[in-house]
């Protein structure tokens, strides 16, 4: 009998693989940072290369109603790297599905984000230094900042972001450098963001913030704010791919936006839109990040469903704060070899939700990768043996990152 590798327990039988784009070759590298749920690839050179040429087009100015300040391009990035970029961000980026309760008087409702949403990045009070091990330091003195400064633990933006970033910057024409990347994805037309203001004190006045979607056609309705002897029509971008809104000025203090839900058109296929912004004080970090991370779990795109999926998530050796206890070490054994251990160990995407390359350090499972677990009871459930290491240790419940 041929020997079967472990790799080949989980690739699909029955399905025959046609040629896709999502089918790209395993980056060769990725941005890597303890609070990230798994690395983040670099982009590849199909998509870096063709950056250099942002924008694609020259912007509309659109400024003809009471407080209206926008630019318009159709399209930012061309329509084969933007539709690249998009499958490759719904690949990559860890997503979350936020739920927060709001009080009013002595009622409390439950909202549940009717979207996947992601962030990174920090206020302008602190910065992360730049180089590997990206520490955060606040922006004056580069002292670090004490563990109490922000409830959330902030990420920095991943370089397959700040590349773009850089773009957008470059175009944005008024100076602004962001300091905040927002991802939302909106996997069918049941998904929306309602009609707000990105008018938040935290982003001090007249805030420039530049919007970019990617994949599927959706309405981007604008409105004015309620407001006596002004009389502005409302206004629908059908936003495509590629498609970048910069609003600025005084728009965000006077106009209400919203992407709302729709039926049939493009609307079963996903959209991702990606806003820069910068914030100015803490507020805007602890904000952001209780809105678009959470404190759920974290969902990572499944090629082979076609679906976001909890995700597996890593934070073990390498990837993991010093104050993080190792729950057990483990090795695994398959059929084929006696013994498989680290780099030596290679998981099928499709089941651990991770490469061999971004999981370099297999055979140790800390406290906070619950991930781990459950990515070792699917192997132990196709029949491969997996038992703790000698070197095990503190056993205790695993949590989520
Ligand atoms: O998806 C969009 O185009 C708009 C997103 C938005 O308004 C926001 O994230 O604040
Ligand atoms: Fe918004």
Request: hydrophobic residues 30%; glycine residues 6%.
């Amino acid at each position: 009998m041929a020997k079967r590798t472990l790799e080949s327990f989980y690739k699909p039988i029955s399905k025959p693989k046609k040629p896709r784009i999502e089918d790209n070759p395993p980056p060769s590298s990725y941005s890597r940072h303890p609070s990230y749920p798994f690395p983040i690839a670099d982009l590849p050179p199909s998509i870096a290369n063709a950056f250099p040429d942002l924008p694609a087009t020259t912007p509309r100015s659109i400024t003809n109603q009471s407080h209206l300040d926008l630019l318009y391009y159709q399209p930012f990035i061309p329509p084969t790297t933007a539709r690249e970029l998009f499958h490759f961000l719904r690949r990559e980026l860890p997503f979350y599905r936020v739920q927060y309760t709001i009080r009013r008087g002595p009622n409390t409702t439950q909202i549940n984000t009717p979207r996947f949403t992601t962030v990174f990045g920090v206020d302008d009070t602190s910065l992360f230094t730049p180089n590997n091990d990206s520490r955060l330091v606040d922006s004056k003195w580069h002292n670090p900042i004490p563990s109490t400064k922000y409830k959330y633990t902030p990420r920095p933006i991943p370089a397959c972001l700040d590349a773009l970033r850089q773009r957008v910057e470059a175009a944005t024409a008024d100076g602004t450098r962001y300091n905040f990347c927002l991802v939302n994805y909106y996997a069918t037309g049941d998904d929306s963001i309602s009609y707000h203001s990105d008018d938040e004190r935290f982003l001090g006045p007249n805030p420039s913030i530049a919007s970019l979607s990617l994949g599927a056609q959706r309405d981007f309705l604008m409105k004015h704010k309620p407001a006596e002897k002004i009389d502005a029509a409302p206004i629908k971008m059908p936003l495509g791919s590629g498609d970048m809104v910069v609003m600025r000025g005084e728009t965000q203090a006077n106009w209400l936006h919203s992407i709302p839900k729709r039926k049939g058109g493009e609307a079963h296929r996903g959209r991702i839109n990606i806003t820069f912004r910068r914030a100015v004080v803490p507020g805007g970090t602890d904000n952001y990040y209780n809105y678009n991370v959470g404190e759920g779990k974290v969902y990572r795109w499944d090629e082979d469903e076609g679906r976001m999926r909890d995700a597996i998530v890593y934070n073990g050796h390498g990837h993991t704060s010093p104050d993080t206890p190792v729950l057990g070490r483990y090795s695994i054994e398959d059929d084929d070899r006696r013994s498989r251990e680290g780099r030596d160990v290679g998981f099928s995407s499709s089941v651990m939700g991770i490469t061999t390359q971004e999981w370099p350090d297999a055979h140790e499972a800390t406290a906070n990768t619950a991930f781990c677990l459950s990515g070792l009871r699917a192997l132990v459930g196709q029949g491969v043996a997996v038992r703790p290491g000698a070197d095990s240790h503190d056993k205790s419940a695993p949590r989520e990152a």
